[in-house]
């Protein structure tokens, strides 16, 4: 905790350095409106991890929110927040050009390519947002101002969490969520959502640019900041995070260069038995990732789709070896590809199409349930803007040629004694509101993910924002991942456990407890769209209802 304390006060110092002499740096900027974006937008990805650089990306933001409100118009308004997302957005997504190396289909630097193509459409939505402001509030106050473009961006950016299936990696309020032990201001999210910290993150930013700027509504800045350093520090005292179910999480280590070599598939198993067999006599949660076990589970499929395992062609000897490994009290929950069979236009029976799923297995193998993922990875489970980039020699990154379907959506599964799980199969977990069936609430939520595509930069920003969804939603989080970083996350979004990148290990102990259904868990994403709405009429009527008291006096 000292160490965190120490930490925010230089991370404050810096920030305060660094945003001195924004109104100057500000005016200088105008004449190089879509440079100054692009730096800006650059700065402002380093507060995401693995860099934690807030006191860079806020004093960035500050920037940018001072750049915009003098933009001259509303062209240049939209070019200079299409710039500035379409830079932080490209920085902060490299890692999906890592993902590029895993396979032999194309050649490893289209992956350079693809990720500056992909944030070409993503930028559209800050560019939205900045030109909402600009049209709205150019002639106001900065606070004023502030409050109305987070006011555009929290709605836009919910709008980029589900139009054409939705791609939210990364909101920009992940840059104030704190360290793995205090979630810092991001603890206000069962009073916001994602979408709502993210305009906070701008409203943040605008205090600064007042600040900094010494103009007649800086002295308002100083009592907003004490409240929320105040409020943050609250939140983020005494948790309760006893709860009573016996857990055993795996990370086997599978490297994404061996996950598809079948001459390493009995390796792996045993790898991941071995992790596991320990404690076997005891009811417990077993938990293995995506992409945990190289052959298929179910039964029905014709024979040549059983080759790869080790067991002739019947399945149920490959689930009862997985049952003997548990143990006959446990319930293990797993990640598979599972096929639907039907007629393939060459007229033979085959697979036509593939499901991303969880199964559920008991202690004698039996399959119990079923979840089938429904957020669908871009690049790698589907390929996105396909009309553009397949005649551009791009294709989905994920081995076979069969299309992958989409499950129906969040789903609870009953597993008896060992509680309701919720499922969210990798980068599911990333779309705020849509982790949880909110008819059936679940106890906690399971992450199997294989994070082993996604570089330096994925791992990180994907427990982040685990992390938030524990948060906002009051429910703790275990994710199990194939290489890094697996770990068990209490409602509060604190970090109890974790297995580092690059380690094969288990995390073992007692699912956190759930809180009581948050105020966000209840209304979902209509609660950041209320604050959206709020904002809009503070920034719209404060100015006006400040004119006429001085009027008045």
């Keep these: 905790m000292a160490n965190e304390t120490v930490e925010a006060e230089s991370g404050v ?6 945003t001195l002499r924004i109104g100057q740096v500000a005016t200088i900027a105008q004449t190089r409106p879509g440079l100054t974006s692009l730096l800006l937008g650059l700065l402002a990805a380093c507060g995401y991890p693995p860099l934690h650089a807030w006191w860079i990306s806020l004093p960035a933001l500050a920037l940018f929110v001072a750049h915009l409100h003098r933009a001259p118009n509303w062209r ?34 289209l992956g ?39 006011s555009a961006w929290i709605v836009t950016e919910w709008l980029r969490s589900w139009v054409f299936t939705g791609y939210p990696w990364p909101p920009l309020g992940l840059m104030l969520l704190g360290g793995w032990d205090v979630p810092g201001i991001a603890s206000l999210l069962p009073w916001l959502g994602t979408y709502a910290l993210s305009g906070l993150a701008i409203i943040i930013a605008g205090l600064l640019w007042a600040f900094a700027n010494r103009g007649r509504w800086w002295l ?31 990370q086997p280590l599978i490297p994404q260069g061996e996950i598809n070599d079948g001459s390493k598939f009995e390796e792996q198993f045993l790898r991941t038995a071995s992790l ?28 040549r789709y059983y080759e790869l395992t080790t067991y002739g062609f019947d399945p149920q000897v490959a689930r009862e070896r997985i049952g003997t490994v548990i143990g006959s009290d446990s319930t293990l ?42 957020h669908l990875v871009p690049y790698g489970e589907y390929l996105p803007m396909e009309w553009l980039l397949e005649p551009l020699g791009l294709s989905r990154l ?12 969040p789903q609870t599964l009953d597993l008896g004694e060992h509680g309701r799980a919720g499922i969210q199969i990798c980068y599911e977990i990333v779309f705020s509101g849509q982790v949880v069936d909110r008819g059936n609430r679940p106890d906690y939520l399971f992450n199997p993910s294989n994070d082993g595509w996604f570089g330096t930069w994925g791992p990180p920003q994907h427990l982040a924002q685990a992390r938030m ?18 770990a068990v996350i209490d409602a509060d979004g604190v970090v109890q456990g974790s297995i580092a990148t690059g380690e094969a290990d288990k995390l073992e102990g007692v699912i956190p407890a759930a809180k009581p259904p948050t105020l966000f868990a209840r209304w979902g994403n209509a609660l950041p769209l209320a604050w959206a709405a709020l904002l809009a009429l503070l920034g719209l009527g404060l100015p006006r209802l400040l004119a006429l008291r001085s009027e008045r006096g």
Excluded at 13 to 18: P, S
Excluded at 277 to 300: A, C, K, T
Excluded at 398 to 409: E, F, K, N, V
């Design 220 to 250: 308002l800045s100083l009592p907003i900041f004490a409240a929320l350093i105040a409020l943050a520090m609250t939140l983020n005292q005494g948790r309760d995070s006893g709860g009573s179910i016996r857990y055993t999480l795996i």
């Design 13 to 18: 110092a810096v920030a305060g350095v660094l």
């Design 469 to 486: 969804r524990a948060i906002e939603e009051g429910l703790p989080v275990l994710r199990s991942t194939t290489t890094g970083i697996s």
């Design 112 to 150: 350079w390519a693809a990720v500056p193509l992909l944030c070409i459409y993503l930028a559209v939505y800050p560019a939205l947002a900045a030109l909402a402001a600009h049209l709205t509030g150019r002639k106001l106050p900065p606070l004023a101002f502030g409050a109305l473009f987070a």
């Design 76 to 109: 240049t308004a939209l070019w200079s927040g299409w710039v500035f997302g379409w830079a932080h957005l490209t920085l902060a997504n490299n890692w999906i050009a890592t993902a590029f190396t895993y396979q032999a289909e194309m050649p490893a630097m």
């Design 333 to 374: 929950l797993l990640g598979v590809v599972n096929l639907n069979i039907g007629e393939r236009a060459n007229g033979t029976l085959g697979a036509v199409t593939a499901r991303n799923s969880v199964l559920g297995l008991n202690g004698e193998g039996e399959i119990t349930h079923h979840y089938a993922k429904s």
């Design 276 to 303: 596991t067999m320990e404690n076997r006599d005891q009811s417990r949660l077993v938990l293995w990732p995506e992409s945990s076990i190289p052959y298929f589970l179910e039964d029905g499929y014709p024979e």
């Design 398 to 409: 994920t081995a076979g040629g069969i299309p992958y379907d989409p499950g129906p959506g």
